[in-house]
């Protein structure tokens, strides 16, 4: 009799260790390649830039990762995804108003759902993008275009996106910026073609929440003007910058100014010797990196 209740309660208590259901172990894949398209790994309260060395023409040269951005979280109170009857979303991947486009070869700017507050389009052939492409999605956060072969963006293409905080345009064809929204916080633009000329003086003058900005590996004459009191973090590396000015990161008629916030710049890769510019750096807690002999 005791024999039989053992194998009784042996027999209650196998199925509680079987796996999972299906459902659960797909929502752990969608989760695993969510936060490696958004760069989840970094949940640090700031947005950080790391770079690293590979080989370009023969020499080393230092290429920035794209976007760091912050993880996903913010994409709870997203809701889910209601037009994935939309073609793109049979070709991309639609989740909780979050889109994924990436390395699917398309060559514009899919159709998206009215709700969707990231996208990831990454590595594809895109070449153009037009005002209409976002004029009817006014939810947009995060935009990442990296890789493509954009060459030029029409006037007015970002200019609805009140909400938008993160646009990365690296690794395109780009010889001039977009005007860009408002609220950004990180802008990315490095490995493209941008001459200085290419730049409005009053680009990121109104940017007051613009704290990362990446224009290294370009073909920049000068260091952008007007750079907003906001910004953290400087990348002008490898570009063509030949001289600086007294104004160009201070006040020259105020000496008691300090840049606060700024907490790196980066010019090595310039044809510009920084020593001889001493008091272009007056107002700073830290100097460039870069050439000083």
Not at 53 to 60: L, T
Not at 256 to 274: F, H, K, Q
């Amino acid at each position: 009799m005791e024999t039989l209740q053992a194998t009784f309660f042996l027999f209650v208590f196998v199925p509680l260790v079987n796996p999972a259901p299906p459902l659960q172990q797909e929502s752990l894949q969608f989760y695993e390649y969510d936060t490696n398209v958004a760069m989840g790994s970094l949940t640090q309260q700031d947005y950080e830039m790391q770079s690293k060395d590979i080989i370009k023409d023969g020499k080393n040269v230092s290429l920035d990762t794209s976007l760091m951005m912050q993880s996903d979280d913010s994409q709870l109170d997203v809701p889910p995804t209601k037009d994935t009857n939309l073609p793109t979303c049979l070709l991309c991947v639609c989740l909780s108003g979050s889109v994924y486009c990436e390395e699917i070869d398309i060559e514009a700017v899919p159709p998206l759902p009215k709700e969707t507050a990231y996208l990831y389009a990454r590595f594809n052939k895109i070449k153009r993008i037009a005002a209409s492409d976002f004029a009817d999605i006014t939810t947009l956060r995060r935009i990442d275009f990296s890789g493509n072969r954009i060459e030029e963006i029409e006037d007015g293409a970002f200019s609805k996106l009140l909400l938008l905080e993160e646009l990365s345009l690296a690794e395109n064809r780009l010889v001039k910026l977009p005007v860009l929204p408002p609220k950004l916080t990180t802008f990315n633009a490095n490995q493209n073609r941008i001459k200085s000329r290419g730049i409005k003086a009053n680009a990121f003058k109104k940017l007051t929440n613009l704290a990362y900005l990446y224009l290294g590996h370009n073909a920049l004459e000068s260091v952008p003007l007007n750079l907003p009191e906001s910004l953290r973090i400087l990348h002008l590396q490898y570009n063509n910058i030949t001289t600086i000015t007294d104004d160009t990161f201070c006040k020259s008629n105020n000496t008691r100014y300090i840049r606060t916030r700024m907490d790196e710049i980066r010019m090595e890769g310039n044809p510009i010797v920084l020593a001889k510019h001493v008091n272009a750096f007056s107002c700073l807690r830290m100097l460039p990196v870069g050439t000083y002999y």
